[in-house]
Protein backbone atom coordinates (compact mmCIF):
# COMPACT_ATOMS: atom_id res chain seq x y z
CA UNK A 1 0.00 0.00 0.00
CA UNK A 2 1.42 3.49 -0.90
CA UNK A 3 1.13 6.03 1.33
CA UNK A 4 -1.48 7.87 -0.30
CA UNK A 5 -3.90 4.76 -0.71
CA UNK A 6 -6.30 6.15 2.40
CA UNK A 7 -6.94 9.14 0.21
CA UNK A 8 -10.44 7.85 -1.58
CA UNK A 9 -12.25 11.09 -2.34
CA UNK A 10 -10.42 13.41 -5.00
CA UNK A 11 -7.63 15.54 -3.60
CA UNK A 12 -5.06 18.26 -5.10
CA UNK A 13 -1.80 17.76 -5.01
CA UNK A 14 0.54 21.24 -5.40
CA UNK A 15 4.03 19.78 -5.67
CA UNK A 16 4.80 18.14 -2.01
CA UNK A 17 8.49 19.28 -1.24
CA UNK A 18 10.98 16.86 -1.41
CA UNK A 19 13.29 18.85 1.10
CA UNK A 20 11.22 19.45 3.70
CA UNK A 21 11.82 17.90 7.18
CA UNK A 22 7.85 16.97 7.82
CA UNK A 23 6.36 14.14 7.20
CA UNK A 24 5.98 13.51 3.67
CA UNK A 25 1.69 12.52 4.61
CA UNK A 26 1.42 16.27 4.93
CA UNK A 27 -0.31 16.92 1.77
CA UNK A 28 -0.89 20.64 2.02
CA UNK A 29 2.78 21.27 1.24
CA UNK A 30 3.66 22.55 -2.28
CA UNK A 31 6.19 19.87 -4.19
CA UNK A 32 7.33 22.90 -6.13
CA UNK A 33 10.93 23.97 -6.56
CA UNK A 34 12.77 20.86 -6.00
CA UNK A 35 14.83 18.66 -8.67
CA UNK A 36 12.67 16.07 -9.82
CA UNK A 37 13.65 14.79 -13.01
CA UNK A 38 10.37 12.60 -13.97
CA UNK A 39 6.71 12.59 -13.31
CA UNK A 40 6.87 11.14 -9.53
CA UNK A 41 4.51 8.23 -9.01
CA UNK A 42 2.14 8.62 -6.40
CA UNK A 43 0.56 5.58 -5.90
CA UNK A 44 -2.87 4.63 -5.80
CA UNK A 45 -3.91 7.82 -5.04
CA UNK A 46 -2.61 9.54 -8.53
CA UNK A 47 -6.51 8.17 -9.77
CA UNK A 48 -7.70 10.35 -7.40
CA UNK A 49 -5.68 13.98 -7.94
CA UNK A 50 -7.28 16.95 -10.11
CA UNK A 51 -4.50 18.75 -9.55
CA UNK A 52 -0.65 18.53 -10.11
CA UNK A 53 1.72 21.72 -9.93
CA UNK A 54 5.51 20.25 -10.53
CA UNK A 55 6.69 23.76 -11.53
CA UNK A 56 10.50 24.72 -11.26
CA UNK A 57 11.81 20.95 -11.62
CA UNK A 58 14.21 19.16 -13.36
CA UNK A 59 12.01 17.04 -15.58
CA UNK A 60 13.30 16.71 -19.19
CA UNK A 61 10.54 14.35 -20.71
CA UNK A 62 6.99 14.09 -20.57
CA UNK A 63 6.39 10.42 -20.93
CA UNK A 64 2.81 8.72 -21.46
CA UNK A 65 3.44 6.01 -19.09
CA UNK A 66 4.07 8.08 -16.28
CA UNK A 67 0.54 10.15 -16.84
CA UNK A 68 -1.59 7.42 -17.16
CA UNK A 69 -2.35 6.68 -13.05
CA UNK A 70 -3.01 10.65 -13.24
CA UNK A 71 -6.85 9.57 -14.88
CA UNK A 72 -8.86 12.48 -13.03
CA UNK A 73 -6.29 14.86 -13.53
CA UNK A 74 -8.06 18.26 -15.05
CA UNK A 75 -5.13 20.82 -14.07
CA UNK A 76 -1.38 19.78 -14.95
CA UNK A 77 1.57 22.99 -14.64
CA UNK A 78 4.82 21.55 -15.94
CA UNK A 79 6.17 25.07 -15.95
CA UNK A 80 9.96 25.74 -15.14
CA UNK A 81 10.86 22.60 -16.30
CA UNK A 82 13.60 21.42 -18.92
CA UNK A 83 11.63 19.75 -21.43
CA UNK A 84 12.79 20.20 -24.86
CA UNK A 85 10.10 18.45 -26.75
CA UNK A 86 6.79 17.67 -27.22
CA UNK A 87 5.54 13.90 -28.86
CA UNK A 88 2.55 12.33 -29.77
CA UNK A 89 3.74 9.72 -27.13
CA UNK A 90 3.71 12.47 -24.79
CA UNK A 91 -0.13 12.34 -23.68
CA UNK A 92 -2.14 9.63 -22.82
CA UNK A 93 -6.16 10.11 -22.71
CA UNK A 94 -6.53 11.98 -19.41
CA UNK A 95 -9.55 14.27 -18.38
CA UNK A 96 -7.52 17.23 -18.83
CA UNK A 97 -8.88 20.62 -18.72
CA UNK A 98 -5.58 23.32 -18.10
CA UNK A 99 -1.86 22.59 -19.19
CA UNK A 100 0.61 24.72 -18.75
CA UNK A 101 4.27 24.08 -20.03
CA UNK A 102 5.80 27.67 -20.34
CA UNK A 103 8.89 28.47 -19.93
CA UNK A 104 11.07 25.34 -20.56
CA UNK A 105 13.01 24.55 -23.85
CA UNK A 106 10.47 23.00 -26.14
CA UNK A 107 12.15 23.71 -29.86
CA UNK A 108 9.27 21.44 -31.67
CA UNK A 109 6.02 19.89 -31.31
CA UNK A 110 5.24 17.18 -33.06
CA UNK A 111 1.45 16.82 -34.65
CA UNK A 112 -1.05 14.91 -32.57
CA UNK A 113 1.06 15.52 -29.55
CA UNK A 114 -2.65 16.87 -28.13
CA UNK A 115 -4.77 14.75 -30.01
CA UNK A 116 -5.84 12.30 -26.88
CA UNK A 117 -6.54 15.33 -24.84
CA UNK A 118 -8.90 16.68 -27.78
CA UNK A 119 -12.44 16.67 -26.26
CA UNK A 120 -11.23 18.05 -22.73
CA UNK A 121 -8.66 20.62 -23.46
CA UNK A 122 -9.56 24.51 -22.83
CA UNK A 123 -6.86 25.92 -21.51
CA UNK A 124 -3.41 25.24 -22.95
CA UNK A 125 -0.50 27.48 -22.24
CA UNK A 126 3.16 27.13 -24.19
CA UNK A 127 5.15 29.96 -23.53
CA UNK A 128 8.14 31.43 -23.10
CA UNK A 129 9.77 28.42 -25.03
CA UNK A 130 11.89 27.88 -28.06
CA UNK A 131 9.34 27.05 -30.78
CA UNK A 132 10.33 28.15 -34.46
CA UNK A 133 7.02 27.04 -36.02
CA UNK A 134 3.59 24.98 -36.06
CA UNK A 135 3.05 22.69 -38.39
CA UNK A 136 0.10 22.88 -40.41
CA UNK A 137 -3.27 21.57 -38.45
CA UNK A 138 -1.26 20.43 -35.37
CA UNK A 139 -4.15 21.53 -32.88
CA UNK A 140 -6.60 19.45 -33.29
CA UNK A 141 -8.68 20.30 -29.87
CA UNK A 142 -11.93 20.79 -30.64
CA UNK A 143 -12.84 22.21 -26.98
CA UNK A 144 -9.90 24.45 -26.52
CA UNK A 145 -10.64 28.30 -25.79
CA UNK A 146 -7.01 29.53 -24.65
CA UNK A 147 -3.99 28.86 -26.39
CA UNK A 148 -0.89 31.25 -25.57
CA UNK A 149 2.40 31.03 -27.46
CA UNK A 150 4.33 33.99 -26.18
CA UNK A 151 7.74 34.88 -26.04
CA UNK A 152 8.74 31.68 -28.86
CA UNK A 153 10.90 32.44 -31.79
CA UNK A 154 8.06 32.27 -34.64
CA UNK A 155 8.80 34.05 -37.69
CA UNK A 156 6.43 32.29 -40.00
CA UNK A 157 2.53 31.63 -39.79
CA UNK A 158 1.13 29.87 -42.96
CA UNK A 159 -2.76 29.71 -44.07
CA UNK A 160 -4.75 26.93 -42.03
CA UNK A 161 -1.64 26.62 -39.16
CA UNK A 162 -4.77 27.34 -36.56
CA UNK A 163 -7.08 24.58 -38.11
CA UNK A 164 -8.59 22.10 -35.87
CA UNK A 165 -9.34 24.74 -33.12
CA UNK A 166 -13.34 25.54 -33.78
CA UNK A 167 -13.94 26.29 -29.78
CA UNK A 168 -10.81 28.95 -29.55
CA UNK A 169 -11.86 31.85 -28.23
CA UNK A 170 -7.94 34.04 -27.21
CA UNK A 171 -4.78 33.45 -29.53
CA UNK A 172 -1.76 35.06 -27.52
CA UNK A 173 1.07 35.20 -29.93
CA UNK A 174 2.73 37.95 -28.32
CA UNK A 175 6.64 38.75 -28.78
CA UNK A 176 7.58 36.13 -31.40
CA UNK A 177 9.42 38.29 -33.69
CA UNK A 178 6.95 37.44 -35.80
CA UNK A 179 7.25 38.83 -39.57
CA UNK A 180 4.95 37.39 -42.19
CA UNK A 181 1.04 35.92 -41.83
CA UNK A 182 0.39 34.33 -44.78
CA UNK A 183 -3.29 34.61 -45.95
CA UNK A 184 -5.77 32.30 -44.12
CA UNK A 185 -3.23 32.36 -41.01
CA UNK A 186 -6.02 31.74 -38.64
CA UNK A 187 -8.89 30.56 -41.13
CA UNK A 188 -10.86 27.84 -38.64
CA UNK A 189 -10.81 30.42 -35.80
CA UNK A 190 -14.29 31.22 -36.33
CA UNK A 191 -15.38 31.92 -32.61
CA UNK A 192 -12.25 33.61 -31.80
CA UNK A 193 -12.89 36.75 -30.15
CA UNK A 194 -9.17 38.45 -29.41
CA UNK A 195 -6.19 38.01 -31.31
CA UNK A 196 -3.18 39.14 -29.27
CA UNK A 197 -0.04 40.19 -31.81
CA UNK A 198 1.69 42.90 -29.63
CA UNK A 199 5.73 43.09 -29.72
CA UNK A 200 6.47 41.36 -32.90
CA UNK A 201 7.79 42.57 -37.03
CA UNK A 202 4.31 43.17 -39.04
CA UNK A 203 4.49 45.50 -41.29
CA UNK A 204 1.30 45.50 -42.86
CA UNK A 205 -2.73 45.01 -42.38
CA UNK A 206 -4.10 42.74 -45.23
CA UNK A 207 -7.43 40.78 -44.90
CA UNK A 208 -5.85 38.13 -46.16
CA UNK A 209 -4.39 37.18 -42.98
CA UNK A 210 -7.29 37.79 -41.02
CA UNK A 211 -9.64 36.34 -43.37
CA UNK A 212 -12.27 33.72 -41.64
CA UNK A 213 -12.49 36.28 -37.95
CA UNK A 214 -15.92 36.70 -38.14
CA UNK A 215 -16.32 36.64 -34.53
CA UNK A 216 -12.99 38.74 -33.50
CA UNK A 217 -13.78 41.25 -31.61
CA UNK A 218 -10.44 42.60 -29.59
CA UNK A 219 -7.13 42.91 -31.91
CA UNK A 220 -3.80 43.83 -30.36
CA UNK A 221 -0.94 45.26 -32.86
CA UNK A 222 0.98 47.14 -30.56
CA UNK A 223 4.54 47.41 -30.43
CA UNK A 224 4.97 46.53 -34.54
CA UNK A 225 6.37 47.77 -37.16
CA UNK A 226 2.76 48.69 -39.22
CA UNK A 227 2.85 51.16 -41.55
CA UNK A 228 -0.06 50.33 -43.97
CA UNK A 229 -3.45 49.84 -43.57
CA UNK A 230 -4.92 48.38 -47.08
CA UNK A 231 -7.81 49.98 -47.97
CA UNK A 232 -10.14 46.36 -47.38
CA UNK A 233 -8.57 45.29 -44.03
CA UNK A 234 -11.23 44.51 -42.51
CA UNK A 235 -13.58 43.00 -44.81
CA UNK A 236 -13.71 40.10 -42.66
CA UNK A 237 -13.78 41.58 -39.19
CA UNK A 238 -16.72 44.06 -38.80
CA UNK A 239 -17.38 42.90 -35.37
CA UNK A 240 -14.00 44.07 -33.79
CA UNK A 241 -15.05 46.57 -30.78
CA UNK A 242 -11.29 47.06 -29.44
CA UNK A 243 -8.12 47.84 -32.11
CA UNK A 244 -4.85 48.85 -30.79
CA UNK A 245 -2.38 50.26 -32.79
CA UNK A 246 -0.02 52.18 -30.24
CA UNK A 247 3.75 52.36 -30.93
CA UNK A 248 3.82 51.36 -34.67
CA UNK A 249 4.87 53.70 -37.95
CA UNK A 250 1.83 54.84 -39.62
CA UNK A 251 2.31 58.22 -40.83
CA UNK A 252 -0.95 58.26 -42.44
CA UNK A 253 -4.91 57.77 -41.64
CA UNK A 254 -6.63 57.25 -45.15
CA UNK A 255 -10.24 57.59 -46.12
CA UNK A 256 -10.59 53.78 -46.26
CA UNK A 257 -8.65 53.39 -43.10
CA UNK A 258 -11.37 51.95 -41.03
CA UNK A 259 -13.87 50.75 -43.31
CA UNK A 260 -16.13 48.42 -41.86
CA UNK A 261 -15.61 48.73 -38.54
CA UNK A 262 -19.14 50.39 -37.33
CA UNK A 263 -19.51 48.47 -34.06
CA UNK A 264 -15.49 49.63 -33.15
CA UNK A 265 -15.72 51.21 -29.63
CA UNK A 266 -12.48 51.84 -28.99
CA UNK A 267 -9.46 52.96 -31.44
CA UNK A 268 -5.83 53.36 -29.92
CA UNK A 269 -3.33 55.20 -32.30
CA UNK A 270 -1.07 56.50 -29.86
CA UNK A 271 2.82 56.68 -30.35
CA UNK A 272 2.55 56.16 -34.12
CA UNK A 273 3.94 58.94 -36.75
CA UNK A 274 0.73 60.27 -38.37
CA UNK A 275 0.94 63.60 -39.88
CA UNK A 276 -2.06 63.49 -42.19
CA UNK A 277 -5.85 62.34 -41.65
CA UNK A 278 -7.65 62.58 -44.32
CA UNK A 279 -11.32 64.40 -44.47
CA UNK A 280 -13.08 61.11 -43.95
CA UNK A 281 -11.04 59.11 -41.82
CA UNK A 282 -13.26 58.58 -39.50
CA UNK A 283 -16.28 58.44 -41.08
CA UNK A 284 -18.29 55.19 -40.46
CA UNK A 285 -16.99 54.44 -37.13
CA UNK A 286 -20.27 55.43 -35.95
CA UNK A 287 -19.76 53.58 -32.14
CA UNK A 288 -16.70 54.75 -31.53
CA UNK A 289 -16.63 55.80 -27.58
CA UNK A 290 -12.42 56.13 -26.96
CA UNK A 291 -9.73 57.15 -29.96
CA UNK A 292 -6.18 57.61 -28.99
CA UNK A 293 -4.00 59.85 -30.99
CA UNK A 294 -1.44 60.72 -28.38
CA UNK A 295 2.37 61.35 -29.58
CA UNK A 296 1.45 61.61 -33.37
CA UNK A 297 2.79 64.74 -35.14
CA UNK A 298 -1.42 66.03 -36.25
CA UNK A 299 -1.21 69.22 -35.82
CA UNK A 300 -2.58 70.66 -38.59
CA UNK A 301 -5.74 68.16 -38.34
CA UNK A 302 -6.70 70.51 -35.01
CA UNK A 303 -5.15 73.88 -36.84
CA UNK A 304 -6.47 73.91 -39.95
CA UNK A 305 -9.13 70.82 -40.53
CA UNK A 306 -13.23 71.73 -39.56
CA UNK A 307 -14.70 69.04 -38.58
CA UNK A 308 -11.79 66.29 -38.78
CA UNK A 309 -13.98 64.32 -36.41
CA UNK A 310 -17.22 64.74 -37.42
CA UNK A 311 -19.13 61.19 -37.65
CA UNK A 312 -17.91 60.58 -34.47
CA UNK A 313 -21.71 61.22 -32.80
CA UNK A 314 -20.88 58.79 -29.63
CA UNK A 315 -16.96 59.60 -28.73
CA UNK A 316 -16.90 60.21 -25.14
CA UNK A 317 -13.16 60.29 -25.00
CA UNK A 318 -10.66 61.64 -27.34
CA UNK A 319 -6.98 62.22 -26.50
CA UNK A 320 -4.49 64.32 -28.14
CA UNK A 321 -1.56 64.88 -25.83
CA UNK A 322 1.53 65.78 -27.29
CA UNK A 323 0.88 66.68 -31.18
CA UNK A 324 2.41 69.73 -31.66
CA UNK A 325 -0.57 71.42 -31.42
CA UNK A 326 0.00 75.38 -31.30
CA UNK A 327 -3.71 76.96 -32.03
CA UNK A 328 -7.38 75.37 -32.17
CA UNK A 329 -9.55 76.65 -34.63
CA UNK A 330 -13.31 77.42 -33.67
CA UNK A 331 -14.79 74.53 -35.60
CA UNK A 332 -11.98 71.59 -34.27
CA UNK A 333 -14.09 69.82 -32.68
CA UNK A 334 -17.35 70.03 -34.50
CA UNK A 335 -19.64 67.13 -34.38
CA UNK A 336 -18.05 65.78 -30.82
CA UNK A 337 -21.54 66.35 -29.27
CA UNK A 338 -21.14 63.42 -26.34
CA UNK A 339 -17.74 64.59 -26.06
CA UNK A 340 -16.67 63.99 -21.94
CA UNK A 341 -13.01 63.73 -21.94
CA UNK A 342 -10.68 65.70 -23.99
CA UNK A 343 -6.61 65.83 -23.34
CA UNK A 344 -4.38 68.36 -25.02
CA UNK A 345 -1.90 67.83 -22.55
CA UNK A 346 1.83 68.41 -23.50
CA UNK A 347 1.23 70.68 -27.02
CA UNK A 348 2.60 74.03 -26.95
CA UNK A 349 -0.60 75.93 -27.34
CA UNK A 350 -0.80 79.19 -28.16
CA UNK A 351 -4.03 80.72 -29.22
CA UNK A 352 -7.74 79.05 -28.94
CA UNK A 353 -10.12 80.46 -31.24
CA UNK A 354 -13.27 81.63 -29.43
CA UNK A 355 -15.94 79.38 -28.21
CA UNK A 356 -13.98 76.46 -29.93
CA UNK A 357 -14.79 73.88 -26.96
CA UNK A 358 -18.71 75.81 -26.68
CA UNK A 359 -20.17 72.86 -28.64
CA UNK A 360 -18.70 70.38 -26.23
CA UNK A 361 -22.01 69.97 -24.24
CA UNK A 362 -21.43 66.91 -21.86
CA UNK A 363 -17.75 67.85 -21.53
CA UNK A 364 -16.62 67.11 -18.15
CA UNK A 365 -12.96 66.93 -17.70
CA UNK A 366 -10.22 69.09 -20.36
CA UNK A 367 -6.84 69.05 -20.13
CA UNK A 368 -4.68 71.70 -20.83
CA UNK A 369 -1.28 72.34 -19.75
CA UNK A 370 0.27 75.51 -21.99
CA UNK A 371 2.90 78.03 -21.02
CA UNK A 372 2.54 79.59 -24.64
CA UNK A 373 -0.76 81.22 -24.63
CA UNK A 374 -0.97 84.60 -26.30
CA UNK A 375 -2.40 86.52 -23.92
CA UNK A 376 -4.64 89.30 -26.60
CA UNK A 377 -8.10 90.32 -26.89
CA UNK A 378 -9.00 87.26 -28.52
CA UNK A 379 -8.25 84.73 -25.68
CA UNK A 380 -10.23 86.91 -23.57
CA UNK A 381 -13.52 84.50 -23.35
CA UNK A 382 -10.96 81.30 -22.27
CA UNK A 383 -10.57 81.71 -18.64
CA UNK A 384 -14.03 83.05 -18.27
CA UNK A 385 -15.62 80.02 -20.13
CA UNK A 386 -13.71 77.30 -18.34
CA UNK A 387 -14.46 79.00 -14.39
CA UNK A 388 -18.18 79.22 -15.17
CA UNK A 389 -17.39 74.81 -16.67
CA UNK A 390 -14.94 73.94 -13.32
CA UNK A 391 -12.33 72.56 -15.79
CA UNK A 392 -9.52 74.71 -13.50
CA UNK A 393 -8.58 71.36 -12.15
CA UNK A 394 -7.38 70.14 -15.20
CA UNK A 395 -6.12 73.13 -16.78
CA UNK A 396 -2.32 74.75 -16.50
CA UNK A 397 -2.30 77.87 -18.55
CA UNK A 398 -0.19 81.10 -18.91
CA UNK A 399 0.97 83.39 -21.23
CA UNK A 400 3.97 84.49 -23.00
CA UNK A 401 3.12 87.35 -24.89
CA UNK A 402 2.93 90.39 -24.19
CA UNK A 403 5.26 90.60 -21.92
CA UNK A 404 4.30 91.97 -19.23
CA UNK A 405 1.92 89.22 -19.14
CA UNK A 406 4.66 86.50 -18.88
CA UNK A 407 4.50 83.51 -16.96
CA UNK A 408 1.35 84.61 -15.42
CA UNK A 409 -1.72 81.66 -15.20
CA UNK A 410 -5.44 83.38 -17.58
CA UNK A 411 -7.01 83.02 -14.10
CA UNK A 412 -4.99 85.66 -12.30
CA UNK A 413 -5.31 87.98 -15.91
CA UNK A 414 -8.14 90.34 -15.54
CA UNK A 415 -10.08 91.06 -18.74
CA UNK A 416 -9.23 94.55 -19.09
CA UNK A 417 -5.78 92.27 -19.66
CA UNK A 418 -6.01 90.87 -22.68
CA UNK A 419 -5.71 93.76 -25.39
CA UNK A 420 -4.63 93.69 -29.02
CA UNK A 421 -1.73 95.90 -29.48
CA UNK A 422 -0.11 94.09 -31.87
CA UNK A 423 -0.12 90.53 -33.97
CA UNK A 424 3.19 88.65 -33.23
CA UNK A 425 1.40 85.49 -35.25
CA UNK A 426 1.39 85.87 -39.05
CA UNK A 427 -1.73 86.74 -40.85
CA UNK A 428 -1.99 85.83 -44.00
CA UNK A 429 -2.59 88.84 -46.21
CA UNK A 430 -2.66 87.41 -49.55
CA UNK A 431 -3.81 84.19 -50.55
CA UNK A 432 -2.88 81.91 -53.53
CA UNK A 433 -4.67 82.09 -56.57
CA UNK A 434 -6.72 78.81 -57.82
CA UNK A 435 -5.56 78.08 -61.37
CA UNK A 436 -5.28 76.66 -64.85
CA UNK A 437 -1.60 75.42 -66.60
CA UNK A 438 -0.81 74.00 -69.27
CA UNK A 439 0.66 70.12 -69.61
CA UNK A 440 4.43 70.95 -69.70
CA UNK A 441 4.26 74.65 -69.03
CA UNK A 442 5.27 76.17 -65.24
CA UNK A 443 3.66 77.93 -62.72
CA UNK A 444 4.04 79.84 -59.42
CA UNK A 445 1.60 80.21 -56.32
CA UNK A 446 2.44 83.13 -54.25
CA UNK A 447 1.47 83.54 -50.67
CA UNK A 448 2.21 86.52 -48.22
CA UNK A 449 1.44 86.94 -44.43
CA UNK A 450 2.34 90.04 -41.97
CA UNK A 451 3.64 90.14 -38.00
CA UNK A 452 4.59 92.19 -35.58
CA UNK A 453 7.16 90.01 -33.88
CA UNK A 454 10.85 89.57 -34.91
CA UNK A 455 10.79 86.14 -34.14
CA UNK A 456 12.13 83.93 -37.22
CA UNK A 457 9.76 82.68 -40.29
CA UNK A 458 9.21 79.50 -41.62
CA UNK A 459 7.63 78.38 -44.68
CA UNK A 460 5.84 75.19 -45.97
CA UNK A 461 3.68 74.31 -48.50
CA UNK A 462 0.54 71.31 -49.14
CA UNK A 463 -0.21 69.82 -51.68
CA UNK A 464 -3.84 68.48 -50.77
CA UNK A 465 -3.40 68.58 -47.41
CA UNK A 466 0.05 66.43 -47.29
CA UNK A 467 3.43 68.35 -46.54
CA UNK A 468 5.52 69.17 -49.99
CA UNK A 469 9.29 68.07 -48.76
CA UNK A 470 10.53 68.82 -51.90
CA UNK A 471 8.81 72.01 -52.97
CA UNK A 472 10.76 74.60 -54.87
CA UNK A 473 10.47 77.21 -53.04
CA UNK A 474 10.94 81.28 -53.30
CA UNK A 475 11.01 82.98 -49.38
CA UNK A 476 12.08 86.84 -49.06
CA UNK A 477 10.77 89.44 -46.11
CA UNK A 478 10.01 93.40 -46.38
CA UNK A 479 9.05 96.18 -44.09
CA UNK A 480 5.40 97.25 -44.79
CA UNK A 481 4.78 100.92 -44.13
CA UNK A 482 3.34 101.13 -40.58
CA UNK A 483 6.77 103.00 -39.07
CA UNK A 484 8.93 100.38 -39.80
CA UNK A 485 7.07 98.24 -37.36
CA UNK A 486 5.67 95.42 -39.64
CA UNK A 487 7.34 93.00 -41.72
CA UNK A 488 5.76 91.26 -44.33
CA UNK A 489 6.85 87.64 -45.62
CA UNK A 490 6.40 86.37 -49.12
CA UNK A 491 6.94 82.65 -50.00
CA UNK A 492 6.41 81.39 -53.83
CA UNK A 493 6.17 77.99 -54.67
CA UNK A 494 7.41 77.29 -58.26
CA UNK A 495 6.01 74.22 -60.18
CA UNK A 496 7.97 73.14 -63.25
CA UNK A 497 6.71 71.07 -66.12
CA UNK A 498 3.50 70.51 -65.05
CA UNK A 499 1.93 66.92 -65.45
CA UNK A 500 -1.38 65.82 -64.37
CA UNK A 501 0.14 64.68 -61.41
CA UNK A 502 0.53 67.99 -60.28
CA UNK A 503 -3.46 68.10 -60.17
CA UNK A 504 -4.64 69.37 -56.64
CA UNK A 505 -5.32 71.77 -54.16
CA UNK A 506 -2.28 73.80 -52.59
CA UNK A 507 -1.80 75.69 -49.09
CA UNK A 508 1.08 77.52 -47.83
CA UNK A 509 1.72 77.40 -44.35
CA UNK A 510 3.55 80.25 -42.51
CA UNK A 511 4.96 80.27 -38.61
CA UNK A 512 6.81 81.53 -36.41
CA UNK A 513 7.41 81.57 -32.42
CA UNK A 514 4.02 82.73 -31.99
CA UNK A 515 1.64 79.86 -34.07
CA UNK A 516 1.20 78.99 -37.84
CA UNK A 517 -1.36 80.35 -40.03
CA UNK A 518 -2.73 78.51 -43.03
CA UNK A 519 -4.10 80.18 -46.45
CA UNK A 520 -6.95 79.34 -48.52
CA UNK A 521 -6.33 75.94 -50.51
CA UNK A 522 -6.26 76.79 -54.30
CA UNK A 523 -6.75 74.46 -56.90
CA UNK A 524 -4.38 73.67 -59.89
CA UNK A 525 -6.17 72.53 -63.21
CA UNK A 526 -3.81 70.67 -66.28
CA UNK A 527 -5.05 70.89 -69.45
CA UNK A 528 -3.85 69.25 -72.37
CA UNK A 529 -3.25 71.01 -75.64
CA UNK A 530 -4.35 69.61 -79.23
CA UNK A 531 -3.65 72.04 -82.28
CA UNK A 532 -6.09 71.73 -85.17
CA UNK A 533 -6.11 73.59 -89.03
CA UNK A 534 -9.43 74.03 -90.02
CA UNK A 535 -9.31 75.50 -93.68
CA UNK A 536 -12.09 77.98 -94.32
CA UNK A 537 -10.65 79.08 -98.15
CA UNK A 538 -7.55 78.29 -99.72
CA UNK A 539 -6.55 81.50 -99.22
CA UNK A 540 -6.93 82.10 -95.11
CA UNK A 541 -6.00 78.98 -93.15
CA UNK A 542 -7.27 79.49 -89.78
CA UNK A 543 -5.52 78.31 -86.59
CA UNK A 544 -7.92 76.78 -83.87
CA UNK A 545 -6.20 75.69 -80.39
CA UNK A 546 -8.23 73.34 -78.55
CA UNK A 547 -7.68 73.06 -74.92
CA UNK A 548 -9.28 70.22 -72.75
Not at 1 to 9: D, G, K, N, Q, V
Request: aromatic share 8%.
Amino acid sequence: MTLFSHLASPVYIFLINMKADCPFSDINRKLNNNELEIIPDLGRVSANITVLSLTSNKIANILSEHLKPFQSLEILDLSNNNISELKISSFPSLQLKYLYINSNRITSVEPGTFDNLSTTLQVLKLNRNRISAIPQKMFKLSHLQHLELNRNKIKKIDGLTFQGLPALKSLKLQRNGVTRLMDGAFWGLTNMEVLQLDHNNLTEITKGWLYGLLMLQQLHLSQNAISRISPDAWEFCQKLSELDLTFNQLSRLDDSSFVGLSVLVGLYIGNNKVNYIADCAFRGLSSLQTLDLKNNEISWTIEDMNGAFSGLDKLRKLVLQGNRIRSITKKAFSGLDALEHLDLSSNAIMSVQGNAFSQMRKLKELHLNTSSLLCDCQLKWLPQWMSENNFQNFVNASCAHPQLLKGRSIFAVSLDGFVCDDFPKPQITVQPETQSAIKGSNLSFVCSAASSSDSPMTFAWKKDNELLQDAEMENYAHLRAQGGEVMEYTTILRLRNVEFSNEGKYQCVISNHFGSSYSVKAKLTVNSKYVTFLYVNTVFPVLIICIF
